[in-house]
């Protein structure tokens, strides 16, 4: 798996963009966060360059190194500084009340691994911090605008419900969007979005 990304990102051309997924930059708009912000599974940086922009201090993880020279690349010539950490989700430690945000930005993983990231999501966010997300859901597949063609790589709603029961649930979406973000996410999608805020 981390060949198929080490080999999507090798190419010069930025393959999702260089621009902010649309629903984040509204996101940070309405929240204006200030920080330690992490962006998980964060590819090749459009997300967290723009999170660095607004003046967070930021962190990216990716298991794919070539993801993550691109995402510096684009750090420096937005002239901001991203901290940027080679990280198997799989073997991730989340630090208890680390983080003011974490983001994820179409970040598809196995049941399980997923499972496991949403509680360390829910772990290593300060009290009064928030998770921002959006994913594609299960009812994605047919849309072919990007994502996973793999049911098991989806999300479905009861997964954020259910693990963050016990936040403020300040915004929840699930439905169709358009997304254009490089040759990959492109046109009418299915996705959920979800922005929690830890009590506390």
Not at 93 to 110: A, S
Not at 113 to 122: P, S
Not at 129 to 136: A, I, P, W
Not at 161 to 179: A, K, N, Y
């Amino acid at each position: 798996m981390n060949s198929f990304w080490n080999t999507r990102f090798q190419d010069e051309n930025y393959v999702y963009g260089t621009e902010p997924n649309a629903f984040l930059a509204d996101s940070q708009k309405k929240l204006q966060l200030t920080g330690d912000a992490l962006a998980i599974a964060e590819g090749e940086g459009r997300n967290a360059v723009f999170l660095a922009e607004q003046g967070m201090n930021v962190t990216s993880w990716d298991y794919a190194e070539s993801g993550l020279r691109k995402t510096e690349k684009l750090a420096e010539s937005r002239n901001v500084a991203v901290h940027t950490e080679l990280v198997d989700l799989n073997e991730a430690t989340w630090i208890k009340d680390q983080w003011d945000e974490i983001v994820c930005i179409f970040g598809h993983f196995p049941k399980e691994l997923r499972h496991q990231t949403l509680l360390g999501v829910k772990e290593a966010v300060k009290p009064g911090g928030f998770f921002v997300t959006e994913v594609y859901s299960t009812h994605q597949i047919p849309y072919k605008s990007g994502g996973p063609q793999d049911l098991e790589l989806l999300y479905s709603p009861e997964e954020f419900l259910q693990i963050f029961s016990d936040w403020r649930i300040v915004h929840f979406f699930m439905g169709e969007v358009v997304r254009h973000e490089g040759e990959f996410h492109h046109g009418l999608s299915h996705v959920i979005q979800f922005i929690g805020q830890k009590r506390g």
